[in-house]
């Protein structure tokens, strides 16, 4: 190597050491070299990046802008009908055709329309007809699954309404976007406003604010006055839930609260001035008025669809846009029996119109359902006398107490956890219990001693929980759910399919006694579910519903396993001693085997019948409903009687339909294998009577092969009831019954309030 490769060489090896310099500047300041991504990791390079893609967005929402154009009005603007069927496939009713008329904006009130924007869109006359935040929010949500978001404006609403769908695609959502600034653009605000109150689905079938003033409030859109406008804005949210002619408790609250938010916002606005706003009080809309073909029963039926429908996720607004066709599981054969019943058994014995000597017969409803034991279809319903009186279905309300008609689930809890008496003993149908009133219950933190009816001691004072079923005594089933736990007897009622609304005394005895609430429906289902060996039925009236662009598949009503055949057909077979020895032997009948309970709640605003056999579920409830109060009032004096208990007119209008609903076919015995009545009471009871008023004491046979007990004639809680059976025709099982029989007043002197465990049901 000459002097000059190694003078080179000598300054590589240099320059390669050298900690700054243009060496440096390839090192940074540490004089380290820099590696991998952190490279390319620098300002310019992470500008260049967000400036490119920011470029490319707004590349792409220019396209978008320019592709996207309002199309032609969707399908949903001109509505179709609806067809309901009969299970048989004959038409039942048409609903759901166009019932919409359209306004010119100055033929609505600038109230009006302020109370729209107030609770919708404050910011209407300012935007540009989008909530950006809100459809992010939307597109995020919607992405990732995480459920639907609101914050559209007035704009974007009448877009979706007018053309497009209410599908919660991200597609949808930025077209809607993209229109609704063109919309904005081409059209004036209050050509926006008009288009939105016209196209907005407000319920009742009613489409546009014309139609909405007519079905809510029986005037046309221009005479609505600032409190009617601030009920229908704040309806248009959930229609079916806020209806306040059958909105539930819950739904009044969430409709009150959107009501007082309309008003308030109008405030905030500087549209209504706050002294004013303190006057205006919420104005109950009128009873919704039946479509032409929904007569008779035709409009609860619909009703009841469409509430099923809905917990299926098919909407309101869904429905009533048409084109469906929609079979109902209902036996156009049995629907007829089922009023027939109501009407000879209980219609036709009131005198409505007779106010002064016949004051409780305005206050009567009837409600009933009727379900296929075998396959949970509901074949028959009376929801009431017809929608104009009475825009609830009875069949479905859930504002009364199910009362005595609920102690079964007691029974069958304590049978399915293998539960014990006090004393140790397993809790079987013959088991024995004190059956003394007013007995204080032992082992529950809260102090109860119910009362029996008539203050009647049954036993001497042990009988057998056959015998006290047939005889619905209070003191006994009160004794029973302390046993059993209430928080497992609660467990067994929803698995059954009662449904846990406010007030269910989860940890109190007097649940026994039936204090929660349920409809008839629910009770059809529990009763239906000890008559399927403990497999769940769910009670549904929908067979099919079919559209062009849905895919509907109604759930199976035959669940799964929820007591053991053991459980279930040992209720079963207790039940069905009701029917022969007991409060429910006024549906005693050689046509046919069946199972019941009778159930009275206190002061007797309610009175029920749920039997059932092989073939047919079916329950049967009274309400006494103040016309004008809608309190609830006592039956007593119905049809100029006493006591209208369970066995009263629900038994007798059970009677009457099973009777016609099971002629001409052959009917069946329960298949109750697997019942287990357990050991029989050693015969040592006296049959002779204590003192406390009244004693009844069963005589000592075995409950395995037959039914005692003091039958009650009203069938609940060991209420007695003038107008049933007073004289058991089997001798030798009759206890001693009370010497007299009080003759109840025409008039309950107990104000309708809050349950009192104490007195009974």
Do not use: C
Request: glycine fraction near 10%.
């Amino acid at each position: 190597m000459g002097r000059a490769e190694a003078r080179r060489a000598q300054q590589q090896r240099g320059a390669r050491k050298a900690p700054s310099g243009r060496a440096g500047k390839s090192t940074g300041k540490t004089g380290k070299k820099r590696s991998g991504i952190r490279r390319f990791l620098n300002w310019k390079t992470i500008l260049g990046t967000f400036l490119g893609g920011a470029l490319l967005l707004i590349i792409g929402a220019v396209a978008l802008y320019f592709s996207v154009d309002p199309p032609d009005p969707n399908k949903n603007a001109i509505l179709q009908s609806n067809t309901y069927k009969y299970a048989d496939g004959s038409i039942m009713a048409r609903t759901g055709q166009m019932n919409r008329e359209i306004l010119p904006i100055d033929k609505i009130p600038e109230d009006v329309r302020t109370a729209f924007i107030a609770i919708e869109n404050k910011s209407f006359y300012k935007d540009s007809g989008v909530d950006a935040i809100g459809v992010a929010r939307g597109l995020f949500n919607t992405a990732t699954g995480r459920g639907k978001a609101g914050g559209s404006t007035i704009t974007q609403q009448y877009v979706k309404n007018y053309y497009l769908t209410q599908d919660q695609s991200a597609t949808r959502k930025l077209r809607e976007l993209v229109i609704s600034i063109k919309v904005d653009q081409r059209m004036k605000k209050n050509e926006i406003l008009a288009g939105y109150l016209n196209t907005n689905f407000y319920g009742r079938n009613a489409y546009g604010i014309q139609a909405a003033a007519q079905a809510y409030y029986g005037i046309d859109a221009e005479k609505l006055n600032l409190e009617q406008a601030a009920y229908l804005a704040a309806v248009i949210q959930a229609p079916s839930q806020y209806d306040w002619a059958i909105a539930g408790p819950n739904g009044k609250r969430l409709v009150m609260i959107r009501f007082n938010a309309v008003l308030d916002n109008m405030v905030e606005m500087g549209k209504l001035d706050q002294a004013k706003r303190a006057t205006l009080k919420f104005q109950e809309p009128i009873k919704p008025k039946p479509l032409p073909g929904m007569d008779g029963q035709k409009g609860y039926l619909v009703q009841a669809a469409k509430q099923e429908l809905g917990r299926q996720g098919i909407k309101d607004a869904d429905i009533a846009a048409g084109g469906w066709t929609i079979t109902l599981n209902v036996d156009k054969k049995k629907q007829a029996a089922l009023e027939k019943a109501v009407d000879d058994e209980l219609e036709s014995k009131l005198d409505r119109k007779n106010t002064k000597d016949r004051p409780q017969d305005q206050s009567v409803q009837a409600g009933a359902t009727s379900v296929d034991a075998k396959t949970g279809a509901i074949v028959a319903m009376y929801g009431g006398v017809g929608l104009t009186e009475k825009a609830e279905s009875n069949a479905l309300r859930t504002d009364f107490q199910p009362g005595s008609t609920f102690k079964p689930v007691v029974l069958a809890t304590a049978l399915e956890t293998g539960a014990k008496t006090q004393d140790g003993r397993p809790i079987t149908p013959n088991a024995l219990y004190d059956g003394t009133s007013k007995r204080p219950v032992v082992g529950s933190a809260t102090a109860f001693a119910p009362q029996n009816q008539d203050n009647i001691n049954y036993g001497d004072p042990m009988l057998t929980v056959q015998e006290a079923t047939n005889s619905s005594v209070n003191s006994v089933y009160a004794q029973m759910i302390v046993d059993a736990k209430p928080e497992k007897v609660k467990e067994t009622a929803l698995a059954l399919g009662m449904r846990d609304r406010d007030g269910w005394p989860a940890d109190r005895p007097a649940m026994s006694l039936g204090t929660m609430s349920a409809n008839t429906v629910e009770m059809a289902g529990v009763y239906a579910t000890f008559g399927n060996h403990g497999k769940k039925v769910t009670p549904t009236i929908v067979k099919k519903a079919e559209h062009a662009d849905a895919d509907f598949k109604p759930v199976n009503p035959i669940g799964g396993q929820v007591l053991t055949a053991k459980t279930a057909d040992t209720v079963t077979k207790v039940l069905t001693g009701v029917v022969e020895d007991g409060s429910g032997k006024a549906v005693r009948s050689s046509a046919y085997e069946a199972a019941g309970k009778t159930g009275t709640t206190e002061s007797n605003v309610a009175a029920w019948f749920t039997g059932y056999t092989p073939e047919l579920v079916t329950v049967v409830a009274m309400f006494g409903e103040d016309p004008n109060t809608h309190n609830q009032v006592t039956l007593t004096g119905t049809a100029g009687k006493g006591r209208a208990g369970g066995s009263s007119f629900p038994a007798q209008i059970w009677q009457a339909y099973t009777t016609a609903a099971l002629r001409g076919q052959t009917t069946g015995q329960f298949d109750l294998e697997d019942a287990e009545m357990g050991t029989p009471p050693a015969p040592t009871r006296s049959p002779s009577p204590t003192a406390s008023n009244q004693t009844v004491a069963p005589t000592p046979t075995s409950s395995a092969t037959r039914s005692t007990g003091s039958p009650d004639p009203t069938g609940s809680s060991g209420k007695p009831d003038p107008t049933g059976p007073t004289k058991d025709p089997t001798p030798t099982k009759k206890p001693t019954p009370p010497t007299k029989d009080p003759t109840p007043p025409t008039k309950d002197p107990t104000p309708p309030g809050p349950p009192n465990p104490l007195l009974g049901r």
